[in-house]
């Protein structure tokens, strides 16, 4: 997440909290240094007047309201996030045959396709007959015998 200021704010402290309200449950700050909280670390480019937290290995529990801070006399600067973490799997594969529906096996070839209908890209496809890798790529072509 990028988090940007303006100028007047530079040295000031930065923050990731847990919440949307003044009273959020801090999870990493800094001062300017690269920092490491478990799962996050924030980064100020005071330059860019940015700084970028990033959380790993997000799960589905981590929904929820977050805010960037900043760090002022009287009350602090926030910027209200909400998170959305989708259990969701990364890619849905769908097989499909590209060859006609009445092809004969009678030494004709059958071709079967299987592509991601959503999820990220790139998505690398590897084929196996029992445990043998017979085809990389996303179509098989099957010759009959």
């Known amino acids: 997440v990028d988090c940007h200021y303006e100028a007047k704010y530079r040295s000031h402290t930065k923050y990731w909290c847990h919440g949307w309200t003044r009273h959020c449950r801090v999870l990493i700050e800094t001062n300017g240094e690269h920092r ?14 940015i700084f970028s937290v990033t959380v790993e290995d997000l799960r589905s529990g ?4 977050y805010s960037c801070g900043i760090a002022t006399p009287g009350l602090d600067q926030l910027f209200n996030v909400h ?7 990364v890619s849905v594969p769908v097989l499909g045959f590209l060859s006609p529906a009445n092809v004969s096996c009678d030494g004709g070839t059958v071709t ?3 592509k991601s209908e959503r999820g990220s890209l790139p998505i690398s496809y590897t084929w196996y007959e029992n445990t043998l890798n017979i085809s990389n790529g996303n179509n098989l ?3 009959c015998q």
């Open 62 to 65: 981590d929904t929820g309201w």
């Open 83 to 89: 998170l959305q973490v989708s259990d969701e799997p």
């Open 112 to 114: 079967v396709l299987c």
């Open 36 to 49: 490491r909280s478990g799962r996050a670390s924030i980064t100020d480019n005071r330059t860019r007047r």
């Open 141 to 143: 072509d099957l010759r």
